[in-house]
C-alpha cells in the first residue's frame, strides 16, 4: 500500500531533521524529499515547529505501542518491566532513526510542553505498573516520575548500546543482565 502524502512528509522530516537537526532542515528542502510540493507540507502542517511536534507524538505512540505488547498476560512488576524495557529496546533496534530523534529532541525547545505533555499520557500503563509496585512494596518509594526518567534513560542507553552490539542482543542472558541494572536501581 503507498504512503499517504503526510506520511511522506512525516518520513522526511525524520530523515531531514536527524540528519541535519531542525535549523538545518528548511520545509523546502523536506517537502522535495519527501516528494511532494512545499504547499502539500503547509496542508498538513501549517509551520515547522507543527511539524516537528506531531512527528514527535506519532514517533512516541509507535514506541508506546510497542511497549504495551503483551504486557498485560504477564503476572508479576518486574517480568512486566522487563517486557516494556524489552520492547522498547527491540522498536529502537527496529527504528534507530526513531532512536536518535529522541535523542536529538527529547528535551529541545521546538517541542512544546503541551506535546510532552500529550506524549506523557500515553505512558498511563507504564505508571500504573509503577504504582501498584510501589502499593506492593516490590519497588522503591520516590516520585513515579523518577522511575519513569530512570526506565526511558535506560532504555535510551540499552537500545544505543545494542545498536552498536547488535549480535549481544541476541543473547538472552546477557539482554537479563542488562535489565538486572534498571531492576536493582528500582526494586526494593
Not at 538545518?24 to 496542508?43: C, D, Q, R, W, Y
Not at 514506541?63 to 503483551?70: F, P, Y
Not at 509503577?130 to 526506565?151: A, S
Request: hydrophobic share 40%; proline share 3%; glycine share 6%.
Amino acid at each position: 500500500m503507498e504512503k499517504s502524502k503526510r506520511e511522506k512528509i512525516l518520513d522526511s522530516a525524520l530523515q531531514m531533521f536527524v540528519e541535519n537537526g531542525f535549523e538545518g532542515s528548511p520545509t523546502s528542502k523536506i517537502a522535495k524529499n519527501a516528494e511532494v510540493a512545499t504547499g502539500t507540507l503547509f496542508h498538513y502542517f501549517k509551520t515547522k515547529e507543527e511539524l516537528i511536534n506531531v512527528l514527535y507524538l506519532e514517533i512516541k505512540s509507535q514506541l508506546i505501542s510497542n511497549m504495551k505488547m503483551r504486557i498485560d498476560e504477564l503476572p508479576t512488576i518486574r517480568q512486566k518491566l522487563e517486557a516494556m524495557w524489552e520492547n522498547a529496546v527491540k522498536w529502537g533496534m527496529r527504528n534507530p532513526a526513531g532512536t536518535k530523534f529522541f535523542a536529538m529532541f527529547g528535551t529541545s525547545p521546538h517541542i512544546t510542553k503541551l506535546t510532552r505533555e500529550q506524549g506523557f499520557q500515553g505512558f498511563g500503563f507504564a505508571v500504573q505498573i509503577m504504582q501498584k509496585g510501589q502499593e506492593q512494596d516490590i519497588l522503591k518509594d520516590v516520585p513515579i516520575i523518577m522511575l519513569m526518567e530512570m526506565v526511558g534513560n535506560m532504555i535510551h542507553s540499552s537500545t544505543n548500546y545494542f545498536l552498536n552490539n547488535p549480535e549481544q542482543f541476541e543473547n538472552a542472558e546477557f539482554r537479563g543482565k542488562i535489565f538486572l541494572l534498571l531492576w536493582d536501581s528500582m526494586k526494593r
